[in-house]
T-cell receptor, first 115, second 114 residues
């Protein structure tokens, strides 16, 4: 069965600093992985997705993630944080046990950006 | 370009009452999903639907009922609301069952059961 673990429920960085949000997955099949962002009082928005085409995936708003099979990780990074990046971030893996497109989400990481 | 909408955005109800949360998408996506979001649990799947008249249970279906008579609508009903169903509910849709197909989320409904 697939699962996702996000390490750290809260991450705080200073504006301009590197952002690193950690995600580890467990999957018995080749995984399809996603990062979503949720701004306050809004729904989730796709940041990027890994679909086996390339291990380094670039997304919107300057974010990127690297798929590392040996580490079963898909960490999200951004070189320089902006105040507008403050939000909750969710890592998700597609449920490979069915063809329904169901996603299994991690518990989320709240990113705080300090001025 | 309405996308996916949910109504109401906020709802307060009492224990034992029936509540229906609406979800409407304009993309003619085949798949639709209902999640609840609770602190410490992330998003948990309640029900999903592969097409009109085809629905199936997710991770936490107890106490909920869904229907899908039309492709664009996927209402979620709490037949007899309980305090444990206080949560933020998100509807999502997806074009198909392909592995690359992402889910698009509505803005959410914040439900409080007193």
């Amino acid at each position: 069965a697939q699962s996702v673990t996000q390490l750290g429920s809260h991450v705080s960085v200073s504006e301009g600093a590197l952002v690193l949000l950690r995600c580890n997955y467990s999957s018995s099949v080749p995984p399809y992985l996603f990062w979503y962002v949720q701004y306050p009082n809004q729904g989730l928005q796709l940041l990027l997705k890994y679909t086996s085409a390339a291990t380094l995936v670039k997304g919107i708003n300057g974010f990127e993630a690297e798929f590392k099979k040996s580490e079963t990780s898909f960490h999200l990074t951004k070189p320089s944080a902006h105040m507008r990046d403050a939000a909750e971030y969710f890592c998700a893996v597609r449920d490979g046990s069915s063809n329904t497109g169901k996603l299994i989400f991690g518990q989320g990481t709240t990113l705080q950006v300090k001025p | 370009d309405a996308g996916i909408t949910q109504s109401p955005r906020y709802k307060i109800t009492e224990t034992g009452r029936q509540v229906t949360l609406m979800c409407h998408q304009t993309w003619s996506h085949s798949y639709m999903f209902w999640y609840r979001q609770d602190l410490g649990h992330g998003l948990r799947l309640i029900y999903y639907s592969a097409a009109a008249d085809i629905t199936d249970k997710g991770e936490v279906p107890d106490g909920y009922v869904v229907s899908r008579s039309k492709t664009e609508n996927f209402p979620l009903t709490l037949e007899s609301a309980t305090r444990s169903q206080t949560s933020v509910y998100f509807c999502a849709s997806s074009r198909g069952q392909g592995t690359h197909n992402e889910q698009f989320f509505g803005p959410g409904t914040r439900l409080t059961v007193l």
